[in-house]
């Protein structure tokens, strides 16, 4: 893997470059409200509910934000204002990179082309693109693709742009249920993990792993 230089260099954006804030929004919202064990339950529960809410047909990602957030709240006894689930998608834009980001695309970027596929929305991505630090090919999203990840159909709408196959991309991503499951049974065999503590390693789906964007130069060789 260490000698492979790949076409272009894809990446999720939301949590394994910007740093992806939605625990923080709901612990401001309700953390005067539930005590530390319930504000975790009602953490984990609104991830999930997020998930859910983006394996059907796509519609925006307000509406995402919204419904799981009124169900979090459901589940867990807490009066929901749509209020509050606006406030929480108007953060998004907002948020900025991981402190390892910006050096560590910049590693890269000189030599191999990066390319973001994000479960985000047209109007709000570019905020966040433009915090990296980093020039990118290209930047797709959910809307483009009328499709979220984990769907096959927003990793091929990004295939068919660029004119490649999953052989020709190294895909970097720190989810393996949005991202590299989805990667693992497209074929695209070369595959980053970023280990920033989301979710456990899942060995059986093939990828180098690294603790931070600092170690990709690596990984491609440079």
Same mark, same amino acid.
């Given at each position: 893997m260490a000698s492979f230089r790949p076409k272009y260099i894809t990446f999720d954006c939301y949590g394994t470059l910007t740093n992806f804030q939605m625990a923080e929004a709901a612990r401001d919202l309700y953390g005067s409200r539930l005590d530390e064990p319930r504000m975790q339950e009602f953490i984990k529960n609104f991830a999930a509910y997020r998930l859910d809410e983006i394996m059907g047909?796509?519609?925006?990602?307000?509406? &995402? +934000?919204?419904?799981?957030?009124?169900?979090?709240?459901?589940?867990?006894? +807490? !009066?929901? *204002?749509? /209020? /509050? !689930?606006?406030? &929480?998608?108007?953060? +998004?834009p907002t948020w900025g990179p991981h402190a390892d980001v910006p050096a560590g695309l910049a590693k890269v970027a000189k030599e191999i082309p990066l390319v973001i596929l994000s479960n985000a929305?047209?109007?709000?991505?570019? *905020?966040? +693109?433009?915090k990296l630090g980093a020039p990118f090919h290209a930047v797709y999203t959910a809307e483009q693709a009328q499709a979220y990840k984990p769907r096959f159909k927003a990793f091929e709408y990004m295939f068919d742009r660029l004119g490649c196959g999953p052989e020709d991309v190294l895909h970097c991503s720190s989810s393996f249920r949005y991202d590299l499951m989805s990667a693992h049974d497209l074929g695209i065999k070369n595959k980053v993990w970023v280990n920033r503590g989301h979710e456990p390693a899942n060995p059986y789906y093939g990828y180098v792993e690294i603790s931070d964007i600092s170690g990709l130069a690596g990984v491609v060789g440079l």
């Open positions: 047909d796509w519609k925006p990602y307000a509406d &995402v +934000v919204h419904n799981a957030l009124e169900r979090a709240c459901k589940r867990n006894g +807490v !009066a929901f *204002s749509p /209020d /509050d !689930a606006r406030m &929480v998608y108007e953060r +998004v929305m047209n109007a709000q991505i570019m *905020s966040n +693109v433009e």
